[in-house]
């Protein structure tokens, strides 16, 4: 009868990883018997709760004993280390397979969360797989008596949609195996390899040469182990002999692809998204759960989509369906991986309310024998009576005798056959074992190369022994003294390494890539213990020296992204000149530029190998990574965040792409499904033309982002005009171009404000109407122009709350064109937050680049209104007065806060400044009105008007003086601003060594003095000017009274 239960769910929480601890990174996670708790890092004061079947904490509280096993630190501590991983989740599974059910496991969780040390485990700590199968065989050793067993053991991997069976002996067929489906059976591979088992030993064997073909596979075809799912299937016959009956059950353990979640602000939509299988079956296996979920609430006819892909045809029974399921979803505790966490949480949430009908299942082929069984006792019944009877003939009980031996034959047959097979199973694993006990004599012999991978479980696993002599490396192995070598950028003779008198150098090939310590080499170099070496676009070594020269060190630092680091320093890009690392502290976590930096050291063998398949595909284009810096476009200049994009050049007719990080990782997907294709038509042979609109290496041209400008508006609410030259900086802090631009308070016709309608007090503002123009003079020195003749540009710019863009006219063939544009903006009733926006904020101009094929970018006034004389109508929303509470702040590091509170105390000293104002003006007003009395009983009545022109244009001189003091002085503040930025943007050099940093921080107070002086002047001259206005006022009104 059927079970109805629901899927199990359990999170656990790992360790601190290595970059983690480097980045002094927060644990955001707590636990407490089956909840989850975990911290927004950017709202501390927010927590999301999640409750599980069971929460493992794995992250604190253990020590390594001395056989390297992680345990508890104290009994009963409450770290859940692998064994205690397997009490709750592994025995249940167990218990369940032995009883007959279908079984499935399966690890969900970003890249680098531990799903395959879950499953697998590393070293002693051995995971749920090798501990399920040597608890399987103990039980089976101990229920031998009642039962007889057999265990199949297959091995697969998904990737792009395609099946690769890791045990096979043959080579991999083009495709992959195919998936089929029968009405009893489901969907199954076709001519998947299942080995016969008897012992967890031979299982661990089996484990071993499935990691070393998924290896060679992903090192030979390119491929990211990460983005591929690892299918185990233990199947489980039990044979009870006695009570003739007969279990069969299907155990899959699955260790899914890093469920790696695009960040939103580079997920644009591409193209050829369409196409992409990147992980559809990661996609299906997240929407056939939905779905599940929905009809466990109550929705009526859901669509549950599993033919949509691999994985999930393959897992139809798990979910839903005949098994009992269980998920371990695994996160990071790491306040950088916060939206990946989340997002793994709540996928495991939904999950949790599959519900499953298991049944315990009956194989056919038993149902034979037990049939044939059935039969030989009636047989023998009968002879027996015949016997009894006494008229048994001759004949009678030959034919009876030949029906039982057939049948007996018959049962002996089926069962033999798994004899057989398993005679078989044993062979090729002594020819194994050889293997292994050979290479381990050799490990003690030579030194040697050691593979070493993204994915922690596909490193040290390939070993490339260097014995006495020369030995060519390269794709060629037809001579003795080669070392085949395949994957992406290898020669056929790539190097040449040498083992001679107890050293070992290596050659390159003339035209091939050999990185030693993230350096090019081009000569014979000689190689030491431990040196990292890159071969071609992306394969990695490390070297392992003689055995005498190797000490007891540990070799895992030498990781994966240790190489990655090592090549991003040779580029100058350092964790540190992202973050401004002060005084050797830890970096004051900035979870967006420490993600900026692992995007970047995660997308930089992504972008060698692209180049790889782009030069041997003859595509012509080129790749390079860019940091850019979002406070670019931040209208405030204060946004830290980075983002990593890819432009892409095509050299000869010099177009410019820009790709998001998430466009790049789904093209490069489709470029090495276009390698592959090639690789499997062969070298020479030529491919069916590829159209232009399905290449993975072209797109359509479009205008591109090559920087922006910042012109502040604080003088406008002062009705005082603005007249600058703004340097338009690039993302990466290159000069594009100077822009000469105006911004010129106005009457609504148009016509400039003259001096006198300056105005001291801007909150005068507030509900009244406010026009202005911007003015875009000239562009010059344009670099885009400069670098190709046959270019434009354009310039956009948004103003406050305007529901468009607007943009220059395209501007073609001109390095320094006259541009002459002028918008006009009103804001009919001005409110507080426009007031607010004007005084804090730049306007952003953007300059778009234009290239020949490309069409301009059309400016859109959906929702853009304007008044009779075409003016642009701004400050059209009622806009929240929070709005220009500015939260950046928080987050600032410590040398920018410096730099802040200073803009702080600069505001409020502008404040004390207008308060200083304003009781002048009423003390002038007071002592006007004074005087006015005075000659009113002199003189007389009617020489009132002349009085009072008087006294106007007392009041009008001076307070033109002080407008004109403002003025100057906002001016030079727009150059403080402009050093404020030119701060932000200041990083330490790019080798910053020890020496470096210190002339950085050198440098770093300079530019902090220079800031301070200019800043203290600024005030001084204005306060001088305020003091002499107010000395000026005294003076006159003396002279009146
Ligand atoms: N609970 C844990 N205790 C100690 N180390 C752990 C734990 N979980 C993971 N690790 C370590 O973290 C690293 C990454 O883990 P793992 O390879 O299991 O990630 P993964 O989720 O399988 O990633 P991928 O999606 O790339 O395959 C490994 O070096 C592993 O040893
Ligand atoms: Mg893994």
């Known amino acids: 009868m059927a079970t109805k239960d629901c899927v199990k769910v359990a999170v656990r929480v790992r360790p601190f990883n290595k970059r983690e601890k480097e980045a002094g990174g927060r644990c955001i996670i707590s636990i407490s018997a089956n909840n989850l708790a975990i911290q927004d890092p950017r709202n501390q004061q927010s927590w999301r709760t999640f409750t599980f079947d069971f929460a493992y904490w794995s992250h604190s509280g253990f020590v390594r004993n001395t056989d390297g096993l992680f345990l508890p630190e104290e009994t009963g501590g409450r770290y859940a280390d692998q064994a205690s991983i397997f009490e709750g989740l592994g025995q249940g599974l167990l218990e369940n397979a032995v009883q007959g059910y279908n079984a499935t496991l399966l690890a969900y969780g970003q890249t680098g969360s531990g799903k395959s040390y879950s499953m697998v485990g590393n070293g002693p700590n051995k995971g749920l797989v090798p501990t399920f199968c040597h608890r399987l065989f103990q039980f089976i050793k101990s229920h031998q008596d009642s039962r007889q067993c057999q265990v199949f053991f297959s091995m697969l991997e998904i990737y792009n949609e395609q099946v690769i069976d890791l045990l096979s002996k043959t080579s991999r067929s083009p495709g992959g195996l195919r998936v089929r489906e029968e009405q009893h059976r489901g969907f199954y591979v076709e001519g998947l390899r299942k080995v016969p088992c008897e012992s967890a030993v031979q299982v661990e064997r089996l484990m071993e040469q499935g990691t070393r073909t998924r290896t060679t596979a992903a090192t030979r075809m390119n491929t990211n182990s990460s983005r591929s799912h690892m299918l185990i299937i233990v199947q489980l016959k039990q044979i009870f002999s006695k009570e003739c009956i007969t279990k069969q059950s299907n155990i899959n353990l699955v260790d899914l692809a890093g469920s790696e979640r695009q960040r939103s602000s580079g997920s644009e939509v591409d193209r050829l998204k369409e196409g992409t299988a990147i992980n559809l079956s990661l996609t299906t296996l997240g929407n056939v759960i939905s779905a599940l979920a929905d009809v466990s609430l109550g929705k009526k006819a859901v669509h549950i989509p599993y033919r949509d892909s691999i994985l999930t045809k393959l897992l139809q029974s798990a979910l839903g369906g005949n098994s009992r399921t269980v998920m371990i979803a695994t996160v990071s505790p790491a306040d950088i991986c916060y939206e990946e966490s989340i997002s793994t949480l709540r996928y495991a949430e939904r999950a949790k309310r599959i519900q499953n009908k298991a049944v315990v299942n009956k194989g056919p082929t038993e149902r034979l024998v037990k049939e044939l069984k059935a039969e030989n006792a009636r047989l023998l019944l009968r002879l027996s009576r015949l016997d009894q009877e006494g008229r048994q003939t001759d004949q009678e009980t030959k034919e009876l005798r030949r029906l039982l031996t057939h049948n007996e034959l018959q049962i002996r047959a089926i069962q033999t056959l798994w004899e057989q097979h398993l005679q078989e199973a044993l062979k090729d ?48 192995d037809s001579s003795p003294k080669s070392i085949p070598l395949r994957g992406l950028g290898i020669q056929k003779r790539h190097a040449i390494f040498s083992n001679q008198q107890h050293r070992v150098t290596v050659t390159p090939v003339s035209g091939s890539k050999v990185t030693v310590n993230g350096i090019p080499i081009t000569q014979k170099t000689e190689l030491q213990h431990l040196d990292r070496l890159i071969l071609g676009s992306n394969n990695t070594y490390l070297f392992i020296g003689f055995p005498t020269d190797r000490a007891t060190d540990d070799w895992s630092r030498f990781d994966y992204d240790y190489f990655q680091s090592e090549l991003a320093a040779a580029e100058g890009i350092h964790l540190h000149s992202l973050c401004a690392k002060q005084d050797q502290r830890p970096v004051q976590s900035n979870p967006s530029l420490l993600a900026a930096f692992y995007d970047y050291i995660r997308l930089m063998p992504m972008v060698a190998e692209a180049n790889q398949m782009s030069q041997e595909l003859n595509k012509g284009v080129e790749f390079n990574l860019e940091i850019k810096n979002l406070a670019m476009s931040d209208s405030k200049g204060h946004d830290l965040e980075k983002e990593i994009a890819v432009r892409v050049t095509c050299v000869e007719r010099k177009q410019v792409w820009m790709w998001s990080k998430a466009k790049f990782i789904n093209r490069k997907f489709l470029m090495e499904e276009l390698y592959q294709q090639q690789a499997e038509v062969g070298e020479g042979a030529d491919m069916p033309p590829l159209s232009r609109e399905k290449d993975p290496f072209w797109d359509p041209l479009e205008p591109l982002h090559l920087g922006s400008a910042h012109l502040w508006l604080q003088s406008l609410p002062f009705h005082i005009p603005v007249e600058e030259q703004v340097e338009v900086v690039g993302s990466e802090g290159t000069e594009e171009a100077m822009l000469q631009i105006q911004l010129v308070p106005c009457h609504p016709t148009g016509l400039p404000l003259g001096e006198d309608d300056i105005l001291i007090d801007p909150t005068e503002l507030l509900g009244k109407r406010l026009d202005f123009q911007l003015v875009m003079d000239r562009c010059c020195g344009l670099r885009w122009l400069r670098e190709a003749r046959n270019r434009g540009v354009q310039i956009g710019f948004q103003m406050f709350d305007c529901p468009q863009p607007l943009y220059t006219p395209a501007m073609w063939h001109n390095a320094n064109p006259l541009l002459q544009h002028r918008v006009q903006f009103t804001a009919l009733n001005t409110s507080p937050a426009l007031l607010n926006y004007l005084q804090n904020s730049a306007l952003v101009l953007q300059l778009w680049g234009l290239q020949e094929g490309c069409s301009d970018i059309v400016i859109c006034l959906n929702g853009v209104m304007v008044t009779p004389e075409d003016s642009i109508i701004i400050d059209t929303a009622a806009i929240s007065e929070n709005m220009a509470v500015d939260s950046a702040g928080s987050e600032l590091n410590p040398s920018l806060q410096a730099l802040q509170e200073d803009l702080e105390q600069l505001k409020s000293s502008n404040v004390a400044l207008r308060k200083e104002n304003r009781a002048l003006r009423e003390q002038l007003g007071a002592s006007g009105l004074s005087g006015a009395l005075s000659l009113l009983s002199a003189r007389g009545v009617d020489s009132g008007r002349g009085c009072r022109e008087r006294r106007s ?89």
């Open 429 to 476: 694993w002594e020819t194994q074992y050889t293997n292994i006990t050979q290479e381990r004599r050799m490990v003690q012999m030579y030194p040697y190369m050691l593979n070493v991978n993204e994915d922690a479980q596909l490193s040290g696993v390939i070993k490339l022994f260097i014995q006495e002599g020369n030995w060519d490396v390269g794709l060629e």
């Open 953 to 1041: 244009s007392l009041r009008t001189s001076c307070d033109a003086q002080l407008a004109r003091a403002l003025k100057v002085f906002y001016h030079s503040m727009t150059s403080v601003r402009g050093q404020l930025l030119r701060l932000q943007r200041h990083r330490p050099s790019e080798d910053a060594d020890l020496l470096g940093l210190r002339l950085f921080v050198d440098e770093h107070a300079h530019l902090l003095k220079d800031f301070g002086e200019q800043l203290e002047q600024c005030v001084s001259v204005l306060k001088q000017e305020v003091a002499t206005i107010v000395r000026r006022k005294r003076d006159k009104s003396g002279g009146w009274s």
